[in-house]
Structure formats: structure tokens, C-alpha cells
């Protein structure tokens, strides 16, 4: 009897185990422009492919891409979902002007590196973004969120936002995203993760474009 009580329990507390523990964007009144400018953000389809006008940027990124995927293998333990996930990642941090390691930073804060985290308030994925952003910004559709670059593509973008809303102020923009706009806890927690991820040979954010 009491090994069915916890059997039943079982598919409880592994759902548990994957939930996430972050905060949540708030949904906020946007100017037109702003929300044009995100949802073009969010809708533009090219690949994820940069390329570099010197050989010794590309031998750099390569450099990156090594030293990264050897930091990541203990939670990405496939190489080719690793090394997929770090360009993904590697593109669109510098897409929205973002530093990469910062971005891993959170990530590692938000999801610990799991494409399929929920929170308790239904944040979605390595970023976790919150489902209101695919109806303001999207086409509604929330289980895209669990798309590894549509993810990464919408959490750099809110994450570009705010930092713009905040006037360059990182640590009030990091509590934004989190929804926890003034409070240390989480600014702290990025900013202390993102060490972990430094590179001092990271590419300057000029250096990328799509490629046609």
C-alpha cells in the first residue's frame, strides 16, 4: 500500500524536479515602436550562421566555441546538442548586443542549461520566457518556447529591451527580466554565474553578421 501511494506520487515529483525556480517577466505596456521592433526581432528567420571579415575573428570564435563546450559537457553531455546550443547561444547574444557569457550566466541561473524547464508561473525553457510575450510579440504560440533558438531569440531580445529601458543599468535590467526590479538576489546571482563563463578573448559585438 504504501509502495502505490508513492508510485502514484511519482510523476508529481518528477515534474517537479524540472520546474524551474525563477522569477517572471511582467507584462508591461509597450510603445508601438517598441513592440515593432520586437516582434521584428523575434521574426526574423535567418540562421544562426555568423561569419568574420578576418581569419583570426573565426579562429577566435572557434577558440570560444572549445573552451565553452569543454565548460558545458557535464550538463550538455551530447556534443552535438553542446555545440548546437553554444553557437545558437553565441549568435544571439551578439545579435542583441549582449555579451555571451552573460547570457550563459543566466541561463545557468534560470534553467541550469534544461530546454525543457517550467517554473511555477509557467516560464518556459533555457531563458525562461514567459508565455505572454508569444501573444504580444509572436503568434501566440507558446510551445515554440521550447524551440532552443526561438527560446534564446526571445530572451536576448526582452533582455536587450530592457537593458535599453534601463539605460544601460544591467543590474536593474537583469531584476526586470526576473521580476524583481530593484532587489539584489538575482542581479547578484547572473552576475556572480557569469564568471563562470568569462572569456577575456571574446569577439567585439561588430564583428558578427548574418549570413545571407
Not at 516560464?123 to 510575450?133: D, I, N, T
Request: proline residues 5%; positive net charge; glycine residues 6%.
Amino acid at each position: 500500500m504504501r509502495w502505490s501511494r508513492w508510485l502514484g506520487l511519482l510523476p508529481i515529483l518528477l515534474l517537479l524536479g524540472s520546474m524551474a525556480h525563477a522569477g517572471n517577466q511582467k507584462e508591461e505596456e509597450l510603445a508601438d515602436s517598441v513592440r515593432l521592433a520586437l516582434s521584428r526581432a523575434i521574426n526574423d528567420a535567418r540562421p544562426p550562421k555568423p561569419q568574420f571579415s578576418e581569419i583570426d575573428q573565426r579562429i577566435q570564435y572557434l577558440y570560444w566555441l572549445g573552451e565553452m563546450s569543454e565548460r558545458l559537457k557535464k550538463k550538455l553531455p551530447d556534443a552535438q546538442v553542446r555545440i548546437e546550443f553554444l553557437e545558437t547561444a553565441w549568435y544571439e547574444a551578439k545579435r542583441a548586443g549582449l555579451d555571451p557569457g552573460m547570457v550563459l550566466g543566466l541561463i545557468q541561473v534560470e534553467s541550469a542549461f534544461r530546454k525543457y524547464a517550467l517554473s511555477s508561473v509557467s516560464a518556459h525553457g533555457y531563458m525562461q520566457v514567459m508565455p505572454f510575450w508569444t501573444r504580444v510579440i509572436g503568434d501566440a504560440d507558446r510551445s515554440k518556447l521550447f524551440n532552443m533558438q526561438t527560446n534564446l531569440r526571445y530572451g536576448c531580445s526582452i533582455l536587450r529591451m530592457y537593458i535599453d529601458m534601463e539605460q544601460g543599468n544591467l543590474y536593474l535590467a537583469l531584476g526586470r527580466y526576473n521580476g524583481s526590479r530593484g532587489r539584489p538576489e538575482y542581479p547578484n546571482a547572473v552576475l556572480s554565474a557569469w564568471k563562470r563563463w568569462e572569456y577575456k578573448d571574446d569577439l567585439p559585438i561588430h564583428t558578427v553578421s548574418a549570413r545571407k
